[in-house]
C-alpha cells in the first residue's frame, strides 16, 4: 500500500480512474493517452443540501469532520468515494480567503466558478494525473498554482482556458504526491492498514455502487475544438459535449442496475447505478 491511507487522513484525497485512451490514430487521443481523471469536482452552493441528495439514494459521505478544508483558497469539500475515483462537492469555506487567494493568483477561475449563479459558468471540475508524470505531456495551457499545504517543490497545474471560457469544466492537473490511489475489488480494502479500517466504510455504498464507468459532462456554448476539451474527449469513459443546460451524468459498474437518479435542482447531477 503506497501511501492511500497518509494521503486519505492528511488531505482526503483518493481514489482515481486508471483507464486512458490507448488509440493514436489521431493527435487529441496521441496527447489525451498520458491523461487519466483523478477525481471531479461539483461546484454548490449548500452543501448539506446537496450532500443529503446523495446520501438518500444510499450513497456514503466521508464524515464532515474529515472532509478537506482548502486552507488558503477559501473552499472545502464534502467527499463521496468509489473504488477508482471520487467526487468532491466544492463550496466557499471562506468568502475573504477566496478573494485574497484570487488577488494573488488572478489567472485562476476559483471566484468565478463559484459566482456561476450570475455569470452561468459551468459548476465542473475534472481534476486529471499524468501517466509517468511530466509536465510537458499537459497539452494544453496551464498556470502553475502552489498553496503552502503542497510539497515545496510541487504545484498544482490548472488549465488558462478555466478562467477564460467559464462554460467550459474547470480542468486541472494534480501532482504524484497527491495523486490517488485506486482499488479493483472491495476486497482490496483489506490493503489498508487496520489502524486506519474505519477508511475502508467509506468506499462501502448500501446501493450497491463501486466504480465510476462512464462520465458525461454538457456543458452551454462549448467550442468543442478548445485544447482542453480536445484533450477531455481523449479520455477513455471521459465525455464533454454541448447541450441546453450543465448536467453531469455518473454511470457506476455499467449501470448493471439498470436504475437512474435526478438530483436536480439541489445538484447539476444524474446518477445512474
Same mark, same amino acid.
Given at each position: 500500500?503506497?501511501?492511500?491511507?497518509?494521503?486519505?487522513?492528511?488531505?482526503?484525497? =483518493?481514489?482515481?480512474?486508471?483507464?486512458?485512451?490507448? =488509440?493514436?490514430?489521431? /493527435?487529441?487521443?496521441? $496527447?489525451?493517452?498520458?491523461?487519466?481523471? !483523478?477525481?471531479?469536482?461539483?461546484?454548490?452552493?449548500? &452543501?448539506?443540501?446537496?450532500?443529503? @441528495?446523495?446520501?438518500?439514494?444510499?450513497?456514503?459521505?466521508? &464524515? !464532515?469532520?474529515?472532509?478537506?478544508?482548502?486552507?488558503?483558497?477559501?473552499?472545502?469539500?464534502?467527499?463521496?468515494?468509489? #473504488?477508482?475515483?471520487?467526487?468532491?462537492?466544492?463550496? $466557499?469555506?471562506?468568502?475573504?480567503?477566496?478573494? !485574497?487567494?484570487?488577488?494573488?493568483?488572478?489567472? #485562476?477561475?476559483?471566484?468565478?466558478?463559484?459566482? #456561476?449563479?450570475?455569470?452561468?459558468?459551468? &459548476?465542473?471540475?475534472?481534476?486529471?494525473? %499524468?501517466?509517468?508524470?511530466?509536465? !510537458?505531456?499537459?497539452?494544453?495551457?496551464?498556470?502553475?498554482?502552489?498553496?503552502?499545504?503542497?510539497?515545496?517543490?510541487?504545484?498544482?497545474?490548472?488549465?488558462?482556458?478555466?478562467?477564460?471560457? #467559464?462554460?467550459? &469544466?474547470?480542468?486541472? %492537473?494534480?501532482?504524484?504526491?497527491?495523486?490517488?490511489?485506486?482499488?479493483?475489488?472491495?476486497?482490496?480494502?483489506?490493503? /489498508?492498514?487496520?489502524?486506519?479500517?474505519? %477508511? @475502508?466504510?467509506?468506499?462501502?455504498?448500501?446501493?450497491?455502487?463501486?466504480?465510476?464507468?462512464?462520465?458525461?459532462i454538457t456543458s452551454t456554448n462549448?467550442?468543442?475544438?478548445?485544447?482542453?476539451?480536445?484533450?477531455?474527449?481523449?479520455?477513455?469513459?471521459?465525455?464533454?459535449? *454541448?447541450?441546453?443546460?450543465?448536467?453531469?451524468?455518473?454511470?457506476?459498474? *455499467?449501470?448493471?442496475?439498470?436504475?437512474?437518479?435526478?438530483?436536480?435542482?439541489?445538484?447539476?447531477?444524474?446518477?445512474?447505478?
Open positions: 500500500m503506497k501511501r492511500i491511507t497518509i494521503i486519505f487522513i492528511l488531505m482526503i484525497v =483518493t481514489v482515481s480512474s486508471c483507464n486512458y485512451n490507448k =488509440t493514436t490514430t489521431d /493527435i487529441t487521443k496521441k $496527447v489525451s493517452s498520458d491523461l487519466l481523471v !483523478d477525481h471531479f469536482n461539483i461546484w454548490i452552493k449548500n &452543501p448539506e443540501k446537496a450532500k443529503k @441528495r446523495l446520501t438518500d439514494i444510499g450513497f456514503t459521505a466521508v &464524515p !464532515d469532520s474529515l472532509s478537506q478544508i482548502h486552507k488558503g483558497q477559501g473552499t472545502a469539500g464534502r467527499y463521496f468515494h468509489f #473504488l477508482n475515483n471520487y467526487l468532491e462537492l466544492i463550496f $466557499v469555506y471562506n468568502q475573504k480567503e477566496l478573494e !485574497d487567494n484570487n488577488k494573488i493568483n488572478k489567472d #485562476l477561475d476559483f471566484t468565478a466558478r463559484a459566482n #456561476l449563479e450570475n455569470n452561468g459558468a459551468s &459548476p465542473f471540475s475534472i481534476a486529471l494525473k %499524468v501517466k509517468d508524470y511530466n509536465v !510537458d505531456k499537459i497539452p494544453f495551457e496551464k498556470i502553475k498554482y502552489h498553496q503552502d499545504w503542497m510539497l515545496k517543490n510541487a504545484s498544482i497545474y490548472s488549465a488558462k482556458n478555466s478562467k477564460i471560457h #467559464l462554460k467550459e &469544466p474547470s480542468i486541472f %492537473v494534480v501532482y504524484p504526491e497527491i495523486e490517488s490511489d485506486t482499488f479493483e475489488t472491495l476486497t482490496d480494502l483489506k490493503n /489498508i492498514p487496520d489502524q486506519y479500517a474505519f %477508511v @475502508r466504510d467509506f468506499y462501502k455504498h448500501p446501493n450497491g455502487a463501486k466504480k465510476i464507468t462512464n462520465i458525461i462549448l467550442n468543442l475544438k478548445t485544447k482542453t476539451i480536445k484533450a477531455a474527449n481523449g479520455i477513455k469513459n471521459l465525455t464533454v459535449k *454541448n447541450g441546453t443546460e450543465h448536467l453531469m451524468e455518473l454511470y457506476f459498474d *455499467n449501470n448493471i442496475q439498470g436504475k437512474s437518479f435526478d438530483l436536480r435542482p439541489e445538484l447539476p447531477l444524474i446518477i445512474h447505478l
